[in-house]
């Protein structure tokens, strides 16, 4: 079936069908308007805003997992500034694996067990492959590959 050219019309291009240079855009419209002489002008009437509650007496809390102790509020200096600096502990490979090991057991299990078959499948194909090999006889054994 091959599609009429009225309803070949009203599909939307791609940017894969048509030159370079072809922007589709996310549909969010222009914040502004491009000048004479190329400057863009924001228009600020379509510029978004976000309404964000009154936060003193704001119920909801971001999740954080029950196995996180609370901690007290962060030490502040006279300036309202927060004086601490967080700098994370360096973690070599195996010691995150280790890590994830004991914090997620049935998934390491499951990955591990699956490892496993694999390595074994890949011994058995490779040791049928060398009885193969030795049970071959060699068609020239006086011609030298080069």
Known sequence: MRPSP???????????????????????????AHTEYGAYVIDWRKVRNYN?????NFELQPFVAKSIDPREKLPRGEDGQAT??????KVSAM??????????????????????????AQQETAVEH?????????????????
Request: with cysteine; aromatic share 12%; proline share 7%.
């Open 6 to 32: 009225p309803l070949c019309h009203r599909i939307r291009f791609t940017t894969k069908e048509v030159g370079r240079g072809f922007y589709r855009g996310n549909r969010t419209g222009s914040l502004g």
């Open 52 to 56: 964000v509650p009154d936060l003193n």
């Open 84 to 89: 601490w600096h967080y700098e994370p502990k």
């Open 95 to 120: 010691d995150y694996l280790q890590l994830w090991r004991v914090a997620n057991p049935q998934e390491f299990d499951d990955v591990w067990h699956q490892q496993q078959e694999q390595l074994r």
């Open 130 to 146: 060398d009885s193969d090999v030795q049970e071959q006889p060699e068609k020239n054994p006086e011609r030298l590959t080069s």
